[in-house]
């Protein structure tokens, strides 16, 4: 690989390696933040084609679904987000060491077909135990048919599904920010058309949604193997497949950080959801309205922290220590400037934004509250998401998965206790409280790891390599 091919203007590698900040983070982030939206969009849709068939239980059943789905997805996640990081520092520490090309093929290799495996034990598992895994899920008995229905389908497609996400991630590793654009927005569209024929045409319900979204990935994992034939540097061939600890290790080390954040989100979102039907369905439907106002800006700042992680461990693999600080400095600005526009014209706006989603009284009055709680909670986990990335980007798994649990593990005792103290105030502000005290521990963490940050940039540099090469060469 030469300079010249790495450093060739325009090119993916070139925004990864020599591009100017802010057109990178261009490149990278703002592809990421367009498909999410996309995909939020999509959700409606999909909720508009099944509830057209005038069957409550048929949406029961995707809501009982979803978070077996966050969990699919996070297999797919362990893999390619840990794998993904670690081929963007190679890429990065190969511009000065070449030897390091054929670390990227095995790395990929094993975060491909791993995913694929675990996701084919998953599914299998999942289609052993589906009588218990549905009660599990919470589905009461007019929704346990077509539960069971929507699960089989979603747990046949598992190796498919998690594979979808690690190639994904592996693309976008290669700094190819809009091609992955490209894939996630070819798969929405082939789930609409499947949607269309599955359930409108053929009537097939939540079993056709599944299909569906099986299919659709299907596409996608297609899509993404045919344009990484193309590369130079990764390859999906089962050849290059290892186990070697020094492949192995660093993928599942900040790899798992994505299972165990998925799993808590979704013990958090049952136990707030249990917590606040206590208080009737004004509540419920006021905080459903107030999280999808807030996902907004929320994908927008996901978009920057979750695209940015590339050019940090690109930055990092090759020991630029200044291009690394820019990088972080600069996503830091642009999450912050997100927040003060978005964030600042709901919450200035927000009766008349509630109010486009509810004409009840009672869930505006609460929803008010809510909505500027989340608010608030979606300022704090941004930049705990920044820190998050950094942390996986440099590859300091513990931090890294603690930053991944600490909502989880802090979220249930706060929400407890402040419905104990202050009942449904309580349960509003535990989620913010929570996300400011992840954000501060995260600081604690970035500030006790910069020395051992700086020491391995130091490592990553061209002399620190051209010494490692005349040591072994000796």
């Excluded at 203007?9 to 990864?16: D, I, K, M, T, V």
């Excluded at 790395?107 to 694929?116: K, L, P």
């Excluded at 910069?450 to 130091?458: P, Y």
């Amino acid at each position: 690989m030469s300079a010249a091919t790495v450093e060739a203007p325009g090119s993916n590698r070139w925004y990864l390696s020599t591009a100017p900040i802010a057109r990178a983070l261009v490149h990278l982030c703002v592809p990421m933040a367009a498909a999410m939206i996309v995909g939020a969009v999509y959700n409606v849709i999909n909720a508009g084609f099944l509830g057209s068939q005038h069957d409550t239980a048929l949406l029961a059943a995707v809501t009982f679904g979803t978070p077996l789905l966050g969990l699919v997805m996070a297999v797919g996640g362990v893999f390619g987000v840990g794998g993904g990081a670690l081929i963007s520092r190679l890429l990065g520490a190969a511009e000065h060491d070449p030897a390091r090309a054929a670390e990227i093929k095995q790395v990929s290799s094993f975060a491909v077909w791993g995913s694929v495996i675990t996701g084919a034990v998953v599914g299998g598992a999942g289609l052993l135990l589906l009588h218990p895994l549905v009660t599990l899920l919470g589905a009461d008995t007019a929704a346990v048919s077509a539960t069971r229905e929507y699960v089989a389908v979603m747990l046949a497609f598992v190796p498919v599904l998690a594979a979808a996400f690690c190639l994904e991630q592996i693309v976008r590793a290669e700094g190819a920010a809009r091609q992955a654009m490209n894939g996630l927005i070819l798969s929405t569209v082939a789930n609409v058309v499947f949607d269309v024929v599955f359930i409108l045409v053929f009537h097939w319900g939540v079993a056709g949604a599944a299909l569906g979204t099986g299919l659709a990935n299907l596409v996608t994992v297609a899509y993404f193997a045919y344009w990484l034939q193309r590369s130079e540097s990764v390859s999906l061939a089962p050849r290059w497949f290892t186990l070697r600890a020094d492949v192995v290790k660093p993928v599942f080390g900040v790899g798992v950080g994505e299972l165990l954040q998925s799993a808590f989100m979704i013990v958090t979102v049952l136990v707030l959801n249990n917590l606040a039907a206590a208080y009737g369905d004004g509540p419920l439907a006021a905080m459903g309205v107030a999280v999808r106002i807030a996902q907004v800006p929320e994908f927008l700042i996901m978009g920057v922290t979750m695209g940015v992680l590339p050019l940090l461990a690109y930055s990092y693999g090759k020991g630029d220590r200044a291009r690394l600080n820019s990088a972080l400095r600069a996503s830091a600005i642009t999450v912050g400037g997100v927040m003060l526009v978005f964030c600042g014209s709901v919450f200035l706006f927000r009766e008349q934004v509630l109010s486009a989603f509810s004409g009840d009284h009672a869930v505006l009055t609460i929803g008010v509250t809510i909505l500027v709680a989340q608010l608030v909670a979606t300022v704090a986990n941004g930049f705990a998401g920044l820190i998050t990335s950094l942390f996986q980007a440099t590859g300091r798994a513990r931090p890294a998965i603690v930053m991944s649990m600490a909502q989880g593990i802090l979220f249930i005792p706060i929400v407890l206790l402040g419905n104990h103290l202050f009942g449904l105030t309580g349960i509003i502000w535990a989620l913010t409280v929570t996300e400011g005290l992840v954000f501060l521990a995260g600081v604690a963490m970035w500030l006790a790891a910069r020395r051992s940050i700086d020491q391995g940039l130091a490592e990553g540099t061209p002399e620190r390599a051209e010494a490692v090469l005349e040591e072994a060469a000796a």
